[in-house]
């Protein structure tokens, strides 16, 4: 619990650090200068070219978990309940337990507000840390669209925020939040807010480290690129099957 005070007590003095890993090498790294790693079902859409995070599995996530958490030390592992895992609170229940067992993680993140109302009750009340995920709900949501245009849609997520956090979650995950909507739940809450393509007004930040080392071909709005990773990937394979072909490689040093 140590470290979800941690992310707590950061609110409001200085900008939380998280990066979405999948695997013990980009999570080694990952825990150098995050303050927060989450193991994402996103891994459906970046690894395994899925049309959704749908069609993740949970042993998919407990064998991702099991390899970042390797990898992370020091800063708080969140993991991602997949879709279908957490409909009722029994079944949350369940599934979750069996999460934090198998891959030794701190919390884990849902998505939604008062639909999941009854689910997060459950696991809060069983001292197992929640992270929420309001915004743009990959699992659930039909098209991707940024929230918070609509007059309705800014009341219902600052209210889910609210509930959230009176339910006890200990950080919410704005996803494609409209700028001053994600400003006004920020500062209406006393719990950390983590944005993504919500502004810097969000009380931290997350990156899929595969998007920003450009490891992953995506272009999307909130992205920003800040390595060609796939360039550096691709240079290396190209000097290792020139040596290959060549016959420079391997040499004695590299031999029995």
Sequence with gaps: MKKIEKIILKKNKSKIV?????SKNTARIADKFCDLVLVGDSLGSVLYNY??????????????SKSVRQGVKKSLMVVDMPYNTYRTPKEAL?????????????AVKLEGGSKIKAVVKILIKNNIPVMGHLGVLPQTDKT??????????????????????????F?????????????????SLNIPTIGIGASNN??????????????NPISVRFVKKYSNIAKEISKAVSNYSKEVRTKKFPQKKHSY
């Design 202 to 215: 969000c009380d931290g930040q997350i990156l899929v480290i595969d998007d920003l080392i450009g490891l």
């Design 144 to 169: 991707f669209k940024f929230k918070g245009k609509k007059d309705a849609e800014r009341l219902k997520i600052l209210k889910e925020a609210k509930l959230l956090e009176k339910l006890g979650v």
């Design 94 to 106: 369940k599934n979750v337990k069996k999460i934090m067992l198998k891959t030794k993680c701190d």
């Design 51 to 64: 049309k959704s995070t749908k069609q993740v599995t949970l042993n998919t996530m407990i064998e991702h």
């Design 18 to 22: 998280s990066l979405s890993v999948y």
């Design 171 to 187: 950080s919410i995950v704005l996803e494609c939040v409209e700028t001053s909507l994600a400003k006004l739940v920020s500062k």
